[in-house]
């Protein structure tokens, strides 16, 4: 079975600076999708950046960026000039294909907070 | 882009009645939409696949009596929690979309049972 772990609870950094959440991921499957979501404290859920497993280049979504390693099953999103705005939850999902149906298999999320 | 509303945002119910949260895709059809449920502080946990015009597929250990799931047209799928509990109280997110695009969620719902 997929699992995704996100090892480090919480986070904090300084505004403009950078930082990287971790995720790794353990599946046998060769073909699956990867990303990220924010959850503020709305708790609306937003896209951050997704990647495909068969595409060797790291996305990229202006600040946002992926460091995919697909041999090492890691797959870190670094978040560059941080705002005060990225302050969130941020979960890593897996997706993976069950009868046809496409499902997200998520992390347990690192708390980000960015200070001022 | 896809913009998927949940309504209501919030709701008090007492205990032993039931209630409707329903899950809209405003600007697509979606003949899957996902039901998940999470706890403060905590991930997403995936509830059921709302498939239009058959049953839902429960994951295992939701019960499926208690959380019914239609999803009577390409645009909209409602969860009702049944005969709803104090331990039934929690955040309840719909998403839907394309697949491997990813999904979009809704504003979920926050259920109080008094």
């Known amino acids: 079975a997929q699992t995704v772990t996100q090892s480090q609870p919480e986070m904090s950094v300084q505004e403009a600076e950078t930082v990287t959440l971790s995720c790794t991921y353990d599946?046998?499957?060769?073909?699956?999708?990867l990303f990220w979501y924010k959850q503020p404290p709305s708790r609306q859920m937003i896209l951050v950046i997704r990647?495909?497993?068969?595409?060797?280049q790291n996305a990229t979504e202006n600040r946002f960026s992926v460091n995919f390693q697909k041999a090492a099953k890691s797959f870190s999103l670094k978040i560059s000039d941080s705002q005060l705005g990225d302050t969130a939850m941020y979960f890593c999902?897996?997706?993976?294909?069950?009868?046809?149906?496409?499902?997200?298999?998520f992390g347990t999320g690192t708390r980000l907070k960015v200070l001022a | 882009g896809a913009v998927v509303s949940q309504h209501p945002s919030r709701v008090i119910c007492k205990s032993g009645t039931s209630v409707k949260i329903e899950c809209r895709s405003l600007?697509?059809?979606?003949?899957?939409m996902f039901w998940y449920r999470q706890f403060p502080k905590q991930s997403l946990m995936l509830m059921a696949t709302?498939?239009?015009?058959?049953?839902?597929?429960?994951e295992q250990g939701v019960e499926k009596d208690k959380f019914l799931i239609n999803h009577a047209s390409l645009t909209l799928s409602t969860l009702t929690v049944t005969s709803a509990h104090p331990e039934d109280s929690s955040f309840y997110i719909c998403?839907?979309?394309?697949?491997?695009?990813?999904?979009?969620f809704g504003s979920g719902t926050r259920l109080t049972v008094v």
């Open positions: 709302s498939n239009e015009g058959s049953k839902a597929t429960y």
């Open positions: 998403s839907a979309g394309t697949g491997r695009s990813g999904y979009t």
């Open positions: 999902a897996f997706m993976k294909i069950t009868s046809g149906t496409y499902k997200y298999i």
């Open positions: 599946t046998s499957e060769n073909n699956y999708y």
């Open positions: 600007d697509f059809q979606a003949t899957t």
């Open positions: 990647q495909e497993a068969y595409k060797q």
